[in-house]
């Protein structure tokens, strides 16, 4: 999975990208600026369907064209969900530039057929194989690219921008009616509560109080449900996350898998040595965590709480 930090990666790159003459290349000498022309409209390419089923937001980001330094409008979606490690997208349509001169006369590495059209792979001088431009050809002087990236895995470069591919053809002339897309099935995380996760007997069992504290999602945690120590110590905790509609979060250390009840958790200590914590894919946009903050043991036995609480937890989830 891609970390956000390579995902800003991506958007720099596309940034450099679009100063320069192929989505990257230095080389061809800026014209002078030309009055502004009849512009294509990228964001147009790409419904709020479309992108929700990409996982990207309904909505992209438009910014104007200058023909005169080779820059064609573009629209940039950014991701629906971060926690995916999805790069942008991005799609420039251009009516005024030829592509050949876009793209300074280089080859493509490859060309396929999508979506009734005929899509060729640049490679990008900037983000080399790790990021993609796929270009189809509307006429001497239009042309579409939709650019996406992987900075970890280049093989993976083009997949976003081949997914694409046949939403963004069926808005252009020539193209195949868009695929049909199907909705996706509910997470089956979708109504638990994360405090029926553990009875009264149970988080007694872990030195909690029987009682556990609901507290709501927001944009950084998801829902959870707190029990303190049975003394009532608030320094003393085991949360329970749930979220329905996240990917699980990259671990802050080398994770150790705990395997119980034919599911695979990754245990891993955090960054404040009395906390500790273990998440559970149970989707690749859902899972559930257990943190367990303890002040009365030495750190190398908070996680040993962790573990304490996985077969309760894991015993109390819907089935797959």
């Not at 050949?100 to 059209?117: M, N, R, S, T, V």
């Not at 979060?249 to 034919?262: D, F, K, N, Y």
Request: proline residues 10%; aromatic residues 6%; hydrophobic residues 40%.
């Amino acid at each position: 999975m891609r970390g956000r930090v390579l995902a800003v990666l991506a958007t720099a790159l596309l940034a450099a990208g679009c100063a320069t003459t192929v989505a990257g290349v230095p080389t061809a000498q800026p014209r002078p600026s030309a009055p502004a022309g009849p512009t294509g409209e990228p964001c147009a390419l790409l419904t709020a369907e479309q992108a929700s089923a990409l996982k990207l937001a309904p909505e992209g980001e438009f910014t104007a064209g200058d023909p005169g330094r080779l820059m064609p409008a573009l629209c940039v979606w950014t991701p629906a969900n971060p926690d995916l490690g999805l790069d942008p997208l991005t799609v420039n349509f251009s009516v005024d530039i030829a592509l050949a001169e876009y793209f300074a006369g280089a080859e493509p590495e490859w060309e396929k057929e999508i979506g009734g059209l005929r899509w060729a792979r640049y490679l990008d001088p900037v983000g080399g194989e790790g990021l993609c431009n796929l270009a189809t050809e509307l006429s001497p002087s239009s042309f579409v690219t939709i650019v996406s990236g992987d900075f970890v895995e280049d093989e993976g470069a083009c997949e976003q921008a081949e997914a694409a591919a046949p939403f963004v053809a069926s808005h252009l002339p020539g193209g195949e009616p868009a695929p049909e897309i199907r909705p996706e099935p509910p997470s089956p995380l979708e109504s638990v509560d994360p405090c029926s996760l553990l009875e009264a007997e149970q988080a007694e069992e872990l030195d909690r109080r029987a009682r556990g504290e609901f507290s709501e999602g927001d944009t950084t945690l998801p829902p959870r449900c707190v029990w303190v120590g049975a003394d009532g110590d608030e320094r003393d905790t085991t949360i329970v996350g749930v979220a329905a509609e996240r990917a699980v979060p990259e671990p802050q250390s080398e994770p150790t898998t705990v395997s119980e009840g034919g599911r695979q958790w990754r245990l891993y200590r955090t960054d404040l040595p009395t906390l500790c914590r273990a998440d559970l894919a149970v989707t690749e946009t859902s899972y559930v965590s257990i943190t367990v903050t303890q002040s009365d043991v030495d750190p190398d036995e908070v996680c040993g709480r962790v573990e304490d609480a996985i077969p309760f937890v894991t015993a109390n989830l819907p089935g797959e």
